[in-house]
């Protein structure tokens, strides 16, 4: 098993899956860090994946995404998704917390219409197994955001907000003008220990392929909204916490998922400043930004 490090979990992969080249960028994530729960993924029998794909599909689905379906298989959970464009037809089979996890796919080459080419399949791991991942740290005290994080003087500050609302526009702000060490551009990890809130890079990320193994403790969040000035407000906690229930990735179908998740909630909502930025994404709203929160 190949062993990596992120946000407070230790992630072994079957040596198949990981030799892949398409899982070669969890090489960032080889440093050893303290850890509190394993995730650990193994290589199905790909002469299995038919049966046992119309064996999932036969339980009820809890959670249809678009992408693939979530299935309670009552002594676990299991995605059924079909093949699109490069991402091969996959099953993906999970113990009901989260921590053993077993995927099923067909590997041989599939026609890409992109490439208008046959080509050899992409990994589904940031497709199937990162929300299951992602489900099992809430279980251990984990919280995953829709979110950019960065780094400045040594602390984290967390821009949220909807896709397209310039999370990673102002996190290359920062980076321009304050240098500022960008961590990652989507899904962040947070994890609280004695009593204190630390971001962390994962390993995944979307549209920026911005990912480090780095933890920091969090300063303050910040919720984005474009507009012809800039303008900073610091929020109560209930609109800290309606700020939380649109951007945390929520494991909906798991109610003890979903219990741990608001309790993590409202402790994060309570115990950081959550600000909300109006801004032109220039350099006076990074300087406006950076003075409120760091005084």
């Known amino acids: ?41 193994r290589l199905g029998d790909e002469a299995e994946l038919n049966q046992r794909y119309e064996d999932a599909m036969q339980t009820p689905v809890v959670c249809d995404t678009g992408q693939f379906l979530l299935h309670d298989a009552r002594n676990g959970w299991s995605i059924t998704m079909p093949a699109f464009d490069h991402v091969p037809k996959t099953l993906v089979l999970s ?56 780094e400045k003087d040594g602390y984290g500050v967390v821009f949220l907000g909807p896709s397209g609302m310039g999370k990673s526009t102002q996190a290359k702000l920062w980076e321009k003008y304050l240098d500022a060490d960008f961590v990652i551009g989507d899904r962040p990890g947070f994890h ?44 109560k906690q209930t609109e800290a916490m309606q700020v939380l229930l649109k951007q945390t990735m929520m494991p909906m179908w798991d109610k003890n998922a979903m219990n741990e998740l608001f309790k993590l909630m409202g ?9 909300h930025l109006k801004n032109k994404a220039d350099e006076e709203c990074v300087e406006l930004t950076y003075k409120e929160i760091f005084g």
């Not at 098993?1 to 992630?11: D, H, I, S, V, W």
């Not at 890079?201 to 984005?224: F, T």
């Open 1 to 41: 098993m190949q062993e990596y490090f992120f946000a407070n979990y230790r992630l072994l992969i079957d040596e198949k899956l990981a030799e892949r080249k398409d899982m070669k960028y969890l090489e960032g994530f080889r440093e050893s860090m303290p850890f509190a729960h394993t995730f650990t993924v």
């Open 95 to 150: 113990s009901r917390d989260y921590s053993d996890i077993t995927v099923y796919l067909d590997d041989t080459k599939i026609f890409s219409n992109l490439a208008n080419r046959y080509i050899d399949p992409a990994s589904p791991f940031p497709f199937c197994v990162r929300p299951i991942c992602e489900a099992g740290m809430t279980l251990c005290e984990g919280l995953p955001l829709h979110a950019a994080l960065v």
């Open 192 to 235: 609280r220990i004695d009593g204190v809130w630390y971001g962390y890079g994962m390993p995944w990320d979307g549209k920026d392929n911005i990912r480090r193994q780095k933890s920091v403790p969090v300063k303050a969040v910040v919720s984005l909204e474009q507009a012809k000035e800039n303008r900073i407000l610091r929020l």
């Open 267 to 275: 402790s994060m909502s309570q115990e950081i400043p959550f600000y």
